[in-house]
């Protein structure tokens, strides 16, 4: 039997490499990731390092600023160029676009 569904609103497959910022931040290295599907509420990206839950993310595409949110969940996806797969919930400032 499948596990339970907990998502909320559907995820939509997508691609765009990012750049992204932390907060507190874990070094001063840009940190390059890959967003892999979205929804109204939240993003799942693959990244080369790993992050913490609670922490605050900044997502930019180019030098534009794209999505603030917070880390909910990280975990590691062995074998891949990215090996860091984690879910961010958008701010409060994009939470009014969900139904």
């Known amino acids: 039997m ?4 907990r998502r909320q609103h559907n995820r939509y497959d ?3 490499e990012i ?3 932390l907060n507190p931040p874990d070094s001063a290295k840009i ?3 890959i967003i892999v599907n979205m929804s109204c509420s939240g993003m799942c990206l693959y990244a080369s390092s790993p992050v913490r839950l609670g922490q605050e993310i900044t997502v930019k595409r180019g030098n ?3 999505v603030k949110g917070t880390i909910i969940w990280c975990s590691e996806t062995f074998g891949r160029m990215k090996p860091y797969k984690f ?3 958008y701010g409060p400032s994009l939470n ?3 139904p």
């Open 31 to 33: 940190n390059m990731g």
């Open 2 to 5: 499948p596990a339970r569904e």
């Open 19 to 21: 750049v992204y910022t």
């Open 64 to 66: 534009q600023y794209y």
């Open 96 to 98: 009014s676009v969900c």
């Open 14 to 16: 997508f691609q765009q």
């Open 87 to 89: 879910g961010l919930k």
